[in-house]
């Protein structure tokens, strides 16, 4: 499975529609990929929490401008694209950090609204709905679990996606760079632990005045890292993993038969 993890830049100088346009033409020269990765609230910014309400949008290709473009641009590329998250909007007006993933014929396969808000009653733990539900999505060549960001900080989520048969665990992130360290630590924790193939995809450069980590990264079920974005600017992550490695590695080394709890 060749995964591309892009790590976009953000940055308040382009407007979200620029973005979404530049951002379609990078998906759309994937074409070959059989997984790309965008990184968390990409359109709006991670951290842009005034803008939240009015960048919010719907998480339907028919009427969210987000979801259209990436839709549109999964199947120009013809690949399995999980499009990062945006600010949703429900018909009741709640918000939720939703991830979308789309098929390679642009059919929305899944959503994932984050579990695990950040921000310590202040911003998107204010501002947003939590999610409720684990989500896992069946790519023709592995289950994918799907997490966001902060959810990388909580492995009972991990366990549980584990449980329903995860072997990919997919998390787009806006981590700040100030804690470069637990994300890069956290994410090679979470593939040996969970004896998984990780896709961490942050994004590049500074916006709403926090620099962020970037250092995007694809990491085997051993833990070792087969790429990793050397810093915070805008790049393209990519490798080829063999997943047959999950079942390897979990036969040679079966810590997941010994749990107890
Ligand atoms: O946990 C962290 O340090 C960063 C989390 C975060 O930035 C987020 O979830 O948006």
Not at 108 to 134: C, N, W
């Amino acid at each position: 499975m060749r995964a591309s993890l892009l790590q976009i830049q953000v940055d308040p100088d382009e407007s979200v529609e620029s973005r979404r346009e530049r951002v379609a033409s990078l998906v759309r020269a994937q074409s070959g990929a059989d997984l790309v990765v965008l990184p968390e609230l990409w359109p709006v910014g991670a951290f842009a929490h005034d803008r939240f309400a009015a960048e919010a949008e719907e998480a339907d290709p028919a009427t969210g401008p987000t979801a259209l473009a990436m839709s549109a641009a999964a199947r120009d590329a013809g690949v399995w694209l999980h499009a990062g998250s945006v600010v949703e909007k429900t018909q009741e007006g709640a918000l939720y950090n939703t991830s979308l993933v789309f098929s390679p014929s642009g059919e929305l396969a899944a959503t994932y609204r984050k579990i695990h808000r950040f921000g310590f009653d202040q911003g998107e733990a204010v501002l947003m709905s939590a999610g409720g539900t684990p989500v896992t999505v069946s790519h023709p060549r592995a289950t994918l679990g799907l997490a966001t960001c902060y959810d990388l900080r909580f492995p009972e989520l991990f366990r549980a996606l584990v449980d329903a048969g995860a072997g990919v665990l997919v998390v787009p992130a806006g981590w700040p760079a100030k804690r470069a360290g637990h994300w890069s630590l956290f994410a090679r924790a979470r593939a040996v632990e969970n004896q998984c193939f990780v896709l961490a995809c942050g994004t590049a450069g500074t916006h709403a005045g926090v620099a962020q980590a970037g250092r995007s990264a694809v990491i085997d079920p051993w833990g070792e890292v087969l790429a990793e974005a050397d810093g915070a600017d805008e790049t393209v992550v990519t490798a080829d993993l063999d997943l047959s490695q999950i079942a390897t590695v979990r036969e040679t080394f079966p810590v997941l038969k010994d749990r107890v709890l």
